[in-house]
C-alpha cells in the first residue's frame, strides 16, 4: 500500500502528509475532549472496557501527584510471524496520526508511517519490516513527547495490515504482537485477540494534559479498513457512554 495516494484520495495536495475526514459528532466529540484532559474519567474502548491513563512514573491506574514530567520517550514495538514459502508476505505496519492542540478531532496536522516522518522529526520509525521475518520485535516506532511542540495535544498510534496478498485480519497472522514501553516500563502489551477479525487497529491515544504532561489511553479498536481509509478515521472522537461507538 503506497501511503501517499492517501492525499489523493481525500483531496488533499499529494505533497501534504494529511488526510481527511469529516468532524465527528459533536456531542461524541465534547466527551471525548472531556477525557482527553487526562481527569479522573476513564473513557470507553469498543470492547466496553474502561481505560485509565498513565503517566511516566505512575503506577496502572494511579496518575504521578504534584509536578510530574508526563511521558518522555515512548517505543511502540511490533511483531508477527512471517508467512509461509507459499503465501503472499504479510506486511503490517505502525502508523500515527497526530493532531493540534486546537482541534484534537479535526484532520491530522501530519501522519507518520514507515515512508514519512514527523516535520521535527520527534516521532520516527527506526526499525520497519515488511515481512515480520527476524527476532522478536520487528518494527519500531519512537515517539519523543518530550520533544513534542506544544501546537500538537494528541496522537492516535494504530497498526494496519497490507492487503495487497488478499484479505487477511489479526487472526490470519500468527504471533502477532505490540508492546509500548518507556525506558524499561511496560505501558501496554496486547495480542490483537480482541480484535482478530478486524484488518487495522487503533492502540493507544496519547494526550496532553491541561498543565502540559503527556498521558497515555489504551485504545484496542478493531476496523475493518485497509490502511488510507484506517488513517483517516482512527482518530475520530469515540464516546464515553457507548462502548460501540
Not at 498510534?157 to 509500548?180: E, K, M, S, W
Not at 489504551?218 to 462502548?243: N, T, W
Request: glycine share 12%; charged share 25%; proline share 7%.
Amino acid at each position: 500500500m503506497d501511503y501517499r495516494g492517501l492525499a489523493e484520495v481525500h483531496g488533499v495536495p499529494p505533497s501534504a502528509t494529511t488526510c481527511h475526514r469529516e468532524r465527528a459528532d459533536p456531542s461524541s466529540t465534547e466527551a471525548a475532549e472531556e477525557a482527553s484532559k487526562c481527569g479522573s474519567r476513564t473513557p470507553f474502548d469498543r470492547h466496553g472496557a474502561g481505560s485509565t491513563p498513565f503517566w511516566s512514573g505512575a503506577g496502572r491506574g494511579h496518575p504521578m501527584s504534584g509536578a510530574g514530567e508526563g511521558l518522555g520517550k515512548i517505543e511502540v514495538r511490533l511483531k508477527w510471524d512471517p508467512s509461509s514459502w507459499r503465501e503472499p508476505p504479510r506486511h503490517l505496519d505502525i502508523v500515527a496520526a497526530t493532531y493540534s492542540d486546537a482541534d484534537r478531532y479535526g484532520r491530522p496536522a501530519y501522519v507518520v508511517h514507515y515512508d514519512s516522518r514527523s516535520p521535527d522529526g520527534t516521532i520516527t520509525m527506526p526499525r520497519h519490516s515488511t515481512t515480520g521475518q527476524g527476532f522478536g520485535f520487528v518494527e519500531v516506532m519512537t515517539l519523543e513527547f518530550d520533544r513534542l511542540s506544544s501546537a500538537y495535544g494528541r496522537v492516535v498510534v494504530g497498526v494496519a495490515i497490507h492487503q495487497d496478498g488478499g484479505p487477511r485480519t489479526f487472526g490470519d497472522i500468527r504471533n502477532a504482537g505490540v508492546l509500548v514501553i518507556e525506558k524499561y516500563t511496560e505501558l501496554l502489551k496486547d495480542d490483537f485477540g480482541r480484535v482478530a477479525g478486524a484488518t487495522a487497529a487503533t492502540i493507544a491515544e496519547f494526550v496532553r494534559d491541561s498543565t502540559g504532561r503527556w498521558c497515555m489511553y489504551p485504545a484496542i479498536r478493531g476496523y475493518d479498513s485497509e490502511p488510507a481509509a484506517f488513517i483517516a478515521e482512527m482518530g475520530r472522537a469515540h464516546s464515553l457512554e457507548d462502548p460501540s461507538a
